[in-house]
C-alpha cells in the first residue's frame, strides 16, 4: 500500500509521483527553449551558465513566498498581499541594516546593526501581516480575498509612507551576507532549507494533516476537533513570515530597498504553486511540487527574454499559462468527482 496525501492508495493501483510528472513538463520546456534559441537567435538557452544561475537565483526570491503561498491555497485560502508585504518589510528592516557611512532617514542614532536585528524586524513584520489576514479572515468572515487585497493596498502605502518614497542603501557587510554570501549562493540555500523544512513538516507532522483536512472538507475538520480559526491564523503568519524573509533575501542581495519592489510577487507565487500542482479548490498539493513549479516559471521567463519577446507578449503568455493550469486543475477534480 501507498499513500497519498494520507489516503491509502492499493499497490497495483500506484501512480507516478506527481513531481515526476512536473518535473518531465520542465525539462520539456528547457528543451524547447534550447531548439527555439538555435533556430531564432543562433545561441544555446541551456550552454550559458551564467543564464542558470540568473534563473536559480531569481527563482529563490519567489520561491520561498511560493512555498508559504501554497499551505495557504491548500487550505482553501489565496493570499494576495505578498508581493506588497514583501516592500513594506523590505522597507522598514532596511533601516536598521545600514551603516554609519550612509545617511539615515529613519532612526540617525541606529547604526552599524548586528543583521539579526533587521533580519528579526522583518521576520516579525511579515508576520503581523500575516496575522492581521488570518483574523480578519477567521474573526470577521471576510473571504480571503477581499482580506489580503485589503493588506496589498495597505502594505504598499506603508512601504511608501515610511521613508516618503525615497529608497534605502548602505548595509551593513554582515547583512549583505543574506543575499551574496556563500558565492552568491546564500539565497538558494535559503530557500532550499525553507523548502525542505516545510515539505517535512506538511508531509509528516499533525499542523500538515490539519492543513490539508482543512483544505479538503472544512465541516469535516471542524467536527474532528481541529480548531481552524487558530490553524488558519497560523497558516497565514507563516506565509507573511516568508514574504519577510523573501524580503530580507531580496534586498541583501541587491542592496537597496525600494517602495516599489514586489510588484507581482503575489501572482508569480501563486503561478509556481499551481503549476507545481497545487489545486485552488484546497486539499492538495505538495511543497515539492511547487519548488519545481517556480523552476518552470523562472525557465519560461528566462527563455522569452532569450528569444526577445516583448514583455507585454511574456505576461499575456504568463497569464494564459495559469489559466491552462487552473482548467487542468479543474478537469481533475471533476474526474475524480466521478470517479469516487
Known sequence: MSTDNGRLTPASKKRMPPE???????????????????????????????????????????????????????????????????????????????????????????????????????????????????WLITKTKIPPFIATLGMMVSAR????WYTDGSPVSGFTESFTMLGSGLGRWAPVVVFL?????????MRYTRFGKF?????????????????????????YMIAGL?????????????????????????LDAIAAAVIGGVSLSGGRGRITGTVIGALILGVMLSGFTFLRVDAYYQDIIKGAIIVCAVVVDQHRQNKRKKTS
Open 193 to 201: 532549507l525553507v523548502a525542505a523544512f516545510f515539505h517535512v513538516i
Open 20 to 134: 515526476l510528472s512536473i518535473l518531465m513538463v520542465l525539462f520539456g520546456i528547457a528543451a524547447l527553449f534550447e531548439v527555439l534559441g538555435w533556430f531564432i537567435v543562433g545561441q544555446s538557452f541551456l550552454a550559458n551558465m551564467s543564464r542558470l544561475q540568473i534563473i536559480i537565483l531569481q527563482v529563490s526570491v519567489i520561491g520561498i513566498i511560493a512555498v508559504g503561498v501554497t499551505q495557504v491555497i491548500i487550505t482553501g485560502g489565496i493570499d494576495l498581499s505578498s508581493g506588497s508585504v514583501v516592500a513594506m518589510t523590505a522597507m522598514i528592516a532596511a533601516t536598521f541594516a545600514q551603516d554609519s557611512n550612509w545617511p539615515k532617514i529613519i532612526y540617525p542614532a541606529l547604526v552599524d546593526m548586528p543583521f539579526v536585528v533587521p533580519l528579526a524586524a522583518g521576520l516579525l513584520i511579515g508576520a503581523l501581516a500575516g496575522f492581521i489576514n488570518g
Open 157 to 160: 502605502g506603508i512601504a511608501r
Open 242 to 266: 516568508l514574504a519577510g524573509l523573501a524580503a530580507m533575501v531580496a534586498i541583501a542581495r541587491i542592496k537597496t530597498a525600494q517602495a516599489g519592489m514586489g510588484l507581482m510577487y503575489e
Open 211 to 235: 492543513t490539508y483536512a482543512i483544505g479538503a472538507n472544512p465541516q469535516a475538520a471542524r467536527v474532528s476537533g481541529i480548531n481552524i480559526d487558530a490553524h488558519l491564523i497560523k497558516v
